[in-house]
């Protein structure tokens, strides 16, 4: 499914290295995390996945299918199946949220050649998956993310992911800033979504998401490379002894 | 305030240059001059605006509030035949206004012409025709009233005359249309005590037209008055706003919306005077700029000596969205009195890439998010409006353009 290939890339602004040599396989209905400490290349990691421009990959690949996504601009990715759940969900002011969400989802449907969705359907799919994560409707006739509490915020990115149903789902401490019952509630939102053709990259520092979404392997990054991989045992290591130790042992 | 009996004693006094001052007419002031002199039918007024006019010429850059429209040598020509502008060939705005019809002036509109700058003396030199609505004491307009002025090919003048009698309310809507020509088009809007009014002028020609609008308001005490300009078609375009704030406890609101697209050159220029104490306004204006578009918002605000706790605000927010556009903004605040709150602000900028990048990485393609996000930064004003239809109406206009040039 997703194949990333001794990765190298840089701040495109400034040459900085940010991601050294990253080698990661992610297969079908795998849920794969990655943990690793403050500034090790996460999030960028995560929006070079999405293409985003202020990255530039100086060698190696990303494969997804078997095919490579270097090529293709962050739309292109997004219809071909990618999904980005934000660490931090930027604040739109003017777009309202319900017509973003129908423009994102027709476009995605015009992509794939489907016909665009007509609109009592589209605002029922919208309910019923906004149900499922509590979410208020009357939150999605404001501008996009505006005002939305970081709670918010986070759910709004799920529900976004449940209507756009992406084969590769990738979370940015989608739980950081989530209370104990929004926590259930968002991962609840995720597990309904696994399924066998759908994989995720669940990017996290704490265990306690673990528990609710229960990976398959779990990845440590370090400087912008996967220094050790294993099951989800290893979540529970370093909960108990930090990061140290497996530094140490990769250095 | 030049009025004809003021001029005569001017030229009396030398102090009003005469026609053989202007070293060389340009080919635009020769057509005017002559058109004015092979007009059938003229008046005292019309006498004493276009001697203004012939005594000064078109405005050049040196005139201070033309600074950035340089009249004179960007109006390279005018139409030779003078016409009547003509109503009624669209529909309304929305769906249930009722349309006014343009007639001749009578001599009662003729006396509120004004003729202290270029725009007010080619209208007072040439207007024959208007709409005018009068909204009795108490009176409450049901559904919006609209006036067309639609101009082709020729040139036309027209001056609108628009009153609310104190705590009448409603909405008139003002479009200028037409393809291609010359209009002048002023509206004269007396707004009585305790009224509330909101007046829209939707403003989408085609691009081989010249147009030169001016709004003349005057406010009563307790009146709340919203002004919404949408300019988005004509070639070269001035839209003057002339606001006496004349009543204590009143509320002057201004919303403009302008979307310039390549070739285009639109100029709103704003002059609002807080004449009395406890007064409120609030400008807010939203530019896009595309190709070799060029804007200007020149908004002043004047606060007198008596007018004491005047609260104004002004923001001009533009998306630059090329390198070849240009957008002027002057805000100019003349305050006498000390206790005032005022401000103003001006932004230029692209479309954000942080906001791109998001809505592309939900698989809306790029022309389409940015698109979405110029519409975000202008609907958000055309909100302010309230008034649903209107909104409606207002925002298809801009989906247009941004379909056109976006
Ligand atoms: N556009 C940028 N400009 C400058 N520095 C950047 C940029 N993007 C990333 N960095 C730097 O790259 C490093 C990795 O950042 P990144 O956000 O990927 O870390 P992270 O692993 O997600 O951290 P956290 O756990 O705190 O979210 C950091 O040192 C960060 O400051
Ligand atoms: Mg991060």
Redesign the interface.
């Known amino acids: 499914m997703l194949e990333i290939k001794n990765l190298h890339a840089q701040i495109a602004e400034d040459g900085t290295e940010i991601i050294r040599g990253l080698n990661l396989k992610v297969e079908q209905g795998e849920v794969a995390a990655i943990m690793g400490p403050n500034g090790s290349g996460k999030s960028t990691l995560s929006y070079i996945l ?5 990255y530039e990959v100086t060698s190696g690949d990303i494969l997804f299918n078997g095919e490579s996504i270097l090529e293709m ?3 292109e ?3 071909s199946g990618v ?2 759940a ?1 660490q931090y ?2 604040e ?4 309202p949220t319900m ?2 969400l129908k ?2 989802m027709n ?2 449907r015009k ?1 794939r050649g489907e016909d665009e969705l007509a609109t009592p359907d589209f605002i029922k799919l919208v309910k019923e998956a906004a149900g499922k994560l509590s979410i208020n409707m009357e939150m999605l006739k404001r ?1 996009l993310n505006v005002g939305f509490s970081g709670g918010e915020k986070k759910r709004a990115e799920i529900l ?1 992911m449940a209507l ?1 149903s992406p084969e590769l789902c990738v979370l940015d401490e989608t739980d950081s800033g989530l209370d104990i019952d929004a926590l259930k509630i968002v991962s609840d939102g995720v597990n309904a979504l696994r399924e066998q053709n759908r994989s995720f990259l669940v990017i996290t520092h704490y265990q306690r998401l673990l528990e609710h979404i229960v990976p398959d392997s779990v990845h440590v990054l370090y400087k912008g490379q996967i220094i050790q991989s294993g099951d989800k045992s290893l979540a529970l290591e370093l909960e108990a002894n930090g990061y140290a130790e497996i530094i140490g042992k990769a250095a | 305030m030049v009025t004809p009996k003021s001029l005569a004693k001017q030229r009396k006094a030398g102090k009003v240059m005469s026609v053989v001052s202007i070293a060389k007419l340009t080919e635009a002031e020769e057509m005017l001059f002559s058109a004015y002199d092979e007009r059938a039918e003229k008046s005292s007024q019309s006498d004493a605006a276009i001697a203004v006019l012939k005594a000064n010429g078109l405005p050049t850059r040196r005139v201070e509030s033309w600074h950035y429209t340089d009249l004179r040598s960007v109006l390279k020509n005018v139409p030779a035949e003078v016409g009547e502008a003509v109503s009624g060939k669209v529909d309304t705005l929305v769906g249930n206004a009722s349309l006014l019809a343009l007639d001749a002036l009578s001599n009662h509109e003729k006396a509120d012409f004004r003729f202290d700058d270029a725009i007010g003396q080619l209208n007072g030199a040439f207007a024959t025709s208007g709409s005018s609505l009068n909204v009795g004491a108490g009176e409450k307009l049901e559904s919006p009233k609209e006036i067309q002025n639609a101009v082709e090919g020729k040139a036309a003048h027209t001056t609108h005359t628009v009153s609310f009698a104190d705590k009448s309310s409603g909405t008139v809507i003002e479009r200028q249309l037409g393809e291609g020509g010359f209009a002048t088009s002023v509206t004269n809007l007396k707004i009585g005590n305790e009224a509330e009014v909101s007046y829209i002028i939707v403003q989408g020609k085609g691009v081989e037209a010249t147009h030169l609008g001016q709004i003349n308001v005057t406010l009563g005490a307790d009146a709340n008055f919203t002004l919404f300009v949408l300019n988005t078609g004509g070639k070269l375009v001035r839209q003057e706003i002339r606001i006496n704030v004349a009543g204590e406890g009143s509320d002057f609101q201004l919303r403009g919306v302008n979307l310039i697209g390549d070739g285009q050159h639109i100029d709103v220029t704003m002059d609002l005077c807080h004449n009395v104490p406890n007064t409120t306004s609030e400008e807010i204006i939203r530019n896009v700029v595309t190709g070799k578009g060029k804007g200007v918002f020149q908004g002043r605000i004047a606060v007198a000596q008596i007018a004491q706790k005047t609260d104004a605000k002004m923001a001009c927010n533009t998306l630059l969205l090329s390198d070849e556009g240009d957008f002027s903004t002057k805000p100019e605040l003349e305050i006498f009195a000390d206790d005032v709150a005022c401000g103003h602000g001006a932004t230029f900028t692209d479309l954000e890439p942080s906001y791109l990048f998001y809505l592309m990485s939900r698989g809306i393609p790029e022309k389409e998010a940015r698109a979405l996000l110029i519409k975000g930064f202008v609907d958000e004003i055309v909100e302010d409006l309230d008034h649903e239809a209107l909104e409606e109406a207002i925002v298809s206009i801009i989906d247009s353009w941004l379909d056109q040039n976006g």
């Not at chain 1, 739109?92 to 777009?95: D, N």
């Open positions: 999405a293409g985003r421009e202020d601009d962050p739309a990715r997004a219809a999904f980005l934000f969900p930027v739109i002011p003017g777009v017509t973003f423009t994102a476009a995605q992509a501008p976004q756009l």
